[in-house]
């Protein structure tokens, strides 16, 4: 069926998304990410899904029925992708309600294709081959590179969108790089990635102030989901500060090493765990060498440091939603100067409550003068609510810097 049909991807990652499309066209899928947005997509959200559903899955699945409602797709060759955790999270039933809404439109016939790493829906499953595989790798790596140096450019930027500019004209040249073996020349990538937002015209004569952002994976990343937060922190003359997806992979490979040491699950494929975590941490080092040789930017924090700081406020088989790895991310941000941190989450999802506004007490007995915030997203949340929140954060954000600068 691939040849034929089309395949829709909820947005999450603008840049890394991008570099999909070309990724799957080469093992001959056709992925198209939707980008529609607007209240639309709530309202069909809230009209196919129970609004006590974790509100990611109310906003996938109103996305896919706002654009499949559009028009223009053939309902006759179009099917729908969606990823599941298979972990203790409300996203391993996305599929299922996915199924159920389209259903309710009497679109029974689209295919729905799972993507996920523990053999859920083995017969509706994208099929993961080596060379794939590589090809994502890769790509995550990347567009983690373009979202980290990204952030620490636009703020200052001289012309207005000049760095996104930049970016999509990199994307554009990296885009035929996945029809042979030249992505899998990383250093050289990098570097060129480098220079050119180094050439981005820029005022750095005052330093914004550095506000981390953590939370759920798909509150985290998504604008769809948060409301443009990195823009709109931007906007308020702040630099965002965001952490790579491939460190939630990495957590997800950490989970299945702790798993082995704790309950001796997975003994067979122990070895390869450890291995596929040797091999990401070494991919991620490459780019972070690179920008701490060449000085002009700031490199990301080692994976490896995250787990330490994590370990040292909860128990590593903490693990449902974002577990440890949120905790380690806010400690890391704050021992890395940056003590100003927003935790996007969804209203209910309790894995992420516990990890994120459970844990904040503890970090600010350790640090005093950390600056946290969780801000809760759900289908009853008024933006207005949400910015006003993220203000007052701000603005004790900016007395911080003030008293720091009088004393």
Not at 110 to 117: E, G, R, V
Request: aromatic share 10%; charged share 25%.
């Amino acid at each position: 069926m691939k040849k034929d049909y089309t395949i829709l991807v909820p947005s999450m990652l603008p840049i890394h998304f991008r570099l999909l499309t070309p990724v799957f066209a080469k093992s001959g899928y056709k992925l198209e990410v939707l980008t529609n947005e607007g209240e639309q997509v709530r309202e069909e959200g809230l009209a196919h899904v129970h609004n006590d559903t974790c509100y990611p899955a109310l906003l996938v699945i109103g996305q896919m029925i706002d654009a499949l409602k559009s028009g223009k797709y053939d309902i006759d060759h179009v099917a729908c992708a969606i990823t599941q955790t298979a972990g203790g999270c409300r996203a391993s039933n996305y599929l299922s309600l996915l199924r159920k809404a389209l259903a309710m439109e009497g679109w029974q016939r689209i295919p729905c294709l799972s993507a996920n790493a523990n053999g859920l829906e083995k017969g509706s499953s994208v099929e993961f081959t080596m060379p794939l595989i590589l090809r994502i790798l890769y790509g995550a790596l990347y567009g983690d590179a373009l979202m980290w140096l990204s952030n620490q450019v636009k703020p200052y930027e001289l012309e207005k969108g000049a760095t996104d500019k930049a970016v999509n004209q990199f994307i554009d040249e990296l885009i035929p790089m996945f029809e042979h073996g030249a992505y899998k020349q990383s250093k050289r990538i990098y570097k060129k990635m480098l220079e050119i937002f180094k050439t981005i015209p820029q005022d750095r004569s005052q330093i914004k102030i550095r506000i981390g952002i953590v939370g759920e994976i798909y509150m985290k990343y998504s604008p769809l989901g948060n409301q443009h937060l990195e823009d709109y922190l931007i906007e308020e003359g702040f630099e965002p500060v965001l952490s790579g997806v491939m460190d939630f992979a990495l957590y997800c490979v950490e989970n299945s090493i702790i798993d082995y040491e704790y309950y001796h699950m997975h003994e067979k494929n122990h070895y390869i765990y450890n291995i596929v975590k040797d091999v990401i941490m070494r991919m991620q080092k490459t780019f972070r060498d690179i920008v701490k040789k060449d000085g002009t930017f700031i490199a990301p924090d080692d994976f490896s440091e995250v787990i330490d700081n994590g370990k040292a406020f909860i128990d590593p088989g903490v693990k449902m939603g974002e577990g440890w790895l949120l905790t380690g991310e806010v400690v890391s941000h704050i021992k890395s100067g940056v003590t100003n941190v927003i935790s996007a989450q969804p209203f209910g999802c309790l894995p992420n409550h516990i990890v994120a506004k459970g844990m904040v007490r503890k970090i600010k007995d350790e640090y005093p003068k950390a600056n946290i915030v969780a801000i809760d997203y759900d289908p009853s949340a008024s933006k207005v609510n949400q910015e006003n929140r993220i203000r007052l954060m701000l603005a004790n954000a900016k007395l911080s810097e003030e008293m720091k600068a009088s004393i």
